[in-house]
């Protein structure tokens, strides 16, 4: 899918684009073709700006998570938006399929997470050990097919692999998770992940912004939602 499809925000200030499935956001020792350069391509042609193009990204979505990515167009855009992130002045929801129902429809999940930098893996560890921060969200089930659980997520706190991990504590891996114990992977190494509102004071023009993001197309998403929007039960 072109970038220009996958925009769901544009103004002077930002860009917000709906990354895909398995998308990497910033160059790595891949070699991928990146979101960020793809957003660069679009602004330098659409824009006619010559010359290097600057767009510098608020915050990242891991490889296999889908949803959307916020990149500023200006530097002024970019440092206030990032104080924003840091101070938790931001709103952020995401859709998890799983495939065990919750212990409870829905809930606020409360856990010390410490991450393992060798393995890239978060651990729910006691209060008081040694790098452990507290880690915070809410959930709630707003849906179900044959085979999965759809959660509506608020993230209240911003850990390493925060969802995933405590998720699968209570239970309750996100499909295609085997880093998180789910026991198959998705075909093309996504998870089901997807960051789908994300809300925001606009950082110059004071507004509010709010973007939502249409789940990714295929199963077991088409299962949830009409036009990539999430249909309610």
């Known amino acids: 899918m072109e970038i220009n499809d996958r925009i769901l925000y544009e103004d ?10 398995s998308e ?8 991928d073709v990146c979101l960020l350069d793809d957003v660069k391509a679009y602004i330098k042609e659409t824009k006619n700006k010559p010359g290097e193009v600057f767009a ?4 990242r979505l891991d490889r296999p998570v889908s949803g959307a990515v916020i990149f500023a167009r200006t530097s002024k855009a970019l440092s206030r938006m990032t104080v924003m992130v840091k101070d938790r ?8 399929v799983v495939k065990n129902k919750p212990p409870k ?10 991450k393992n930098e060798t393995q890239n893996k978060s ?3 006691k209060e008081g050990t040694p790098g ?25 706190t911003g850990r390493h692999h925060q969802i995933r991990c405590q998720l699968a504590h209570i239970g309750c891996p996100i499909k295609g998770d085997l880093k998180y114990g789910y026991p198959r992977s998705n075909p093309d190494a996504s998870i089901c992940l997807h960051s789908y509102k994300i ?18 197309k295929g199963m077991p998403w088409d299962a949830f939602g009409a036009g990539g929007q999430v249909v309610s039960i």
């Open 12 to 21: 002077n200030h930002l860009i917000i684009v709906n990354k895909l499935p």
């Open 24 to 31: 990497i956001v910033q160059g790595d020792k891949t070699g």
């Open 56 to 59: 510098g990204l608020v915050h």
């Open 89 to 96: 002045n931001f709103n952020k929801t995401y859709l998890a």
């Open 105 to 114: 429809e829905a809930g606020e999940l409360n856990d010390y997470i410490v």
């Open 123 to 125: 651990f729910i560890v």
């Open 132 to 156: 452990a921060k507290l880690a915070t969200l809410r959930y709630r089930v707003i849906g179900h097919s044959e085979n999965y659980y759809l959660l509506e997520v608020e993230l209240l």
């Open 199 to 216: 809300g925001f004071e606009h950082p110059t023009l004071k507004t509010q912004i709010t973007v939502t993001a249409p789940m990714p």
